[in-house]
């Protein structure tokens, strides 16, 4: 079997770069400026150029004339757009990871589930958004369907800010515990159905906050 050749230096930064995003680092409006990437990835700049229209691609980056390159805005109305495609990719990977799901991978799933009804109960909203994060990423995972993976994590990277503030919205973990655990349950069961309508369900509850929120984030 031939080696596998080292990922290019502009994949690297720009996965390195879309990390960042994800996590914060750079707020939606923030200017990336293009000495600063270079210095920090010890990067070219050709290679920062590269990475940042891959991402502007992504719709993460924002590449303004004249003003350079920008963490993208998403507005709330655009928010609810995206949520409504991921309703449907989301509905069936959940069907597909019923179909795939293991003994083993259930088990795993029924742990993240016992991890984030104890982190509501412990009051810690960080933690539950970051085992939520982990339990969509399992429930991928399971499925394995690579091109509705990808296109949801593009979608989902475009919503990060969104999903973090939605996570602290008061009462927001007590609602999306139990939605959670009707999806596990369902994929548990093996019941395609089941597993897609409670997906189904969980992130039309997640639009419906979109809808409470009163301005676009910053």
Do not use: W
């Not at 109960?121 to 990808?150: K, M, W």
Request: proline residues 5%; neutral net charge; aromatic residues 2%.
């Amino acid at each position: 079997m031939p080696e596998l050749s080292p990922p290019a230096p502009a994949a690297l930064a720009r996965e390195a770069l879309r990390a960042a995003i994800l996590r914060g680092e750079y707020l939606p409006g923030e200017r990336l400026v293009e000495a600063q990437l270079c210095e920090r990835f010890a990067a070219s700049r050709f290679t920062v150029r590269a990475a940042l229209q891959e991402l502007a691609g992504d719709g993460l980056v924002e590449m303004r004339r004249n003003k350079g390159a920008h963490v993208r805005k998403v507005s709330i109305e655009e928010a609810i757009e995206i949520s409504e495609v991921r309703m449907v990719l989301e509905g069936l990977v959940a069907a597909r990871a019923a179909v795939r799901v293991s003994d083993g991978q259930a088990s795993e799933l029924d742990e993240v589930a016992l991890l984030m009804r104890r982190a509501v109960g412990a009051g810690e909203f960080h933690r539950y958004s970051d085992l939520n994060h982990r339990l969509h990423a399992l429930i991928r995972e399971i499925a394995g369907h690579r091109t509705a993976d990808g296109i949801i994590a593009t979608l989902r990277g475009q919503l990060v800010r969104h999903q973090f503030m939605l996570s602290l919205h008061p009462g927001r973990p007590q609602t999306s515990l139990p939605q959670h655990e009707r999806i596990v349950e369902a994929i548990r069961r093996r019941d395609p159905k089941a597993a897609e309508a409670a997906m189904r369900e969980h992130i039309a509850s997640v639009i419906d906050h979109l809808r409470t929120l009163d301005e676009v984030l910053p």
